[in-house]
Nanobody, 128 residues
Framework: QLRLTESGGGSVQAGGSLRLSCAAS????????MGWFRQAPGQEREGVSA???????SYVDSVKGRFTISRDNAENTLYLQMDNLKPEDTAIYSC??????????????????????WGQGTQVTVSS
């Protein structure tokens, strides 16, 4: 059973940076796709960024140029470097893993909150 544990959330002012980490354990093969999702109060969960085993990445338009996703397969850890944070980035950020054909297709079309493996989430708060 794959287990995902996020860390690195916190409170920052607009323009600041945070680095989220997601430690994966309890599996024998690297998940095809891993990604970050966020849910702000009163809003639906949305996909932020994903990466597949080929190293191909995908981002939602609102974070392109500010966020960078990476994965360290040796350390079984997924990262999200978030720079130039904005108040609208405030949300609970969760990491997830699932089978996929590509990070882009998973992030844009096929992910489902009831499918795959999910962490508990970490709060990110950006003040203006």
């Amino acid at each position: 059973q794959l287990r995902l544990t996020e860390s690195g959330g916190g409170s920052v002012q607009a323009g600041g940076s945070l680095r989220l980490s997601c430690a994966a354990s309890g599996y024998t093969d690297s998940p095809h796709c891993m990604g970050w999702f966020r849910q702000a109060p009163g809003q639906e969960r949305e996909g932020v960024s994903a990466i597949d085993t080929d190293g191909d990445t995908s981002y939602v338009d609102s974070v392109k140029g500010r966020f960078t996703i990476s994965r360290d397969n040796a350390e079984n850890t997924l990262y999200l470097q978030m720079d130039n944070l904005k108040p609208e980035d405030t949300a609970i950020y969760s990491c997830a893993a699932d089978l996929c054909s590509s990070s882009e297709i998973w992030l844009q079309y096929t992910w489902r909150p009831e499918v795959g493996f999910w962490g508990q989430g970490t709060q990110v708060t950006v003040s203006s």
